[in-house]
């Protein structure tokens, strides 16, 4: 029975010292021995992570044990981190996440059959409350980045940061005006304007 760490943060900007010290401390502190920490530096908001995958599919056995510090190092989407942590645990892979306390009691040694039960009742409720939060969090996030797009956009803002638009070359009206009056190919009129085909019919388009 092994005791690995996952940590994971949503950027390369973003540093994983914490989270890894705070595992570290952890087990440190209760004598556990930590095999390692795997740690990926990407969205939350799916499973399709290098490092995760490696140990959720090639490392992790029944009976070890998996530490996080926070359910949203695992997943941002609440079904689906839900869902995972109900995988693991049918694999019979113990997962202890450090910002909720009760998931660091080792139920397997409880005598009492209810209260056992009622424990296991008050993790799934926390862990969905701490996933519901999660995508909350991140939900508004999205919401609060959709709304200042439209409010730059409204103000004529919006290309000092959006996608900068495509200049016309120094000759473009004249070579447009050859190709519309069928003169020139288009292929000459990008030749002569050394523009690729996307550009060429975008700056077209925007006529």
């Known amino acids: 029975m092994a005791i690995y760490g996952y940590h994971r943060t949503s950027t390369k900007e973003q540093h994983l010292d914490r989270g890894i010290n705070e595992i570290t401390e952890f087990c440190k502190d209760n004598h556990y021995k930590l095999e390692k920490i795997y740690t990926d530096q990407q969205t939350g908001k799916n499973f399709s992570r290098p490092r995760y995958t490696v140990l959720r599919d090639d490392i992790l056995r029944e009976g070890d044990t998996l530490i996080i510090t926070e359910v949203d190092r695992l997943g ?59 995508q909350a969090e991140v939900e508004k996030k999205e919401k609060r980045q959709r709304e200042g797009i439209e409010q730059m956009k409204a103000r004529g803002g919006w290309d000092k940061y959006g996608r900068p638009r495509i200049k016309q070359p120094d000759n473009w009206k004249e070579v447009i005006q050859s190709w519309k009056a069928g003169e020139i190919t288009a292929v000459e009129a990008m030749r002569l304007t050394g523009m690729r085909k996307s550009s060429f019919y975008k700056l077209v388009k925007a006529e």
């Open 76 to 134: 941002r989407n609440k079904k689906d981190t839900v869902e995972e942590l109900r995988m693991l645990a049918n694999r019979g892979i113990r997962v202890m996440i450090l910002e909720i306390p009760t998931t660091l009691q080792d139920l397997s040694k409880m005598d009492n059959a209810m209260a056992k039960m009622i424990l296991e009742t008050v993790n799934h409720m926390l862990i969905e409350l701490y996933a519901a939060m999660a």
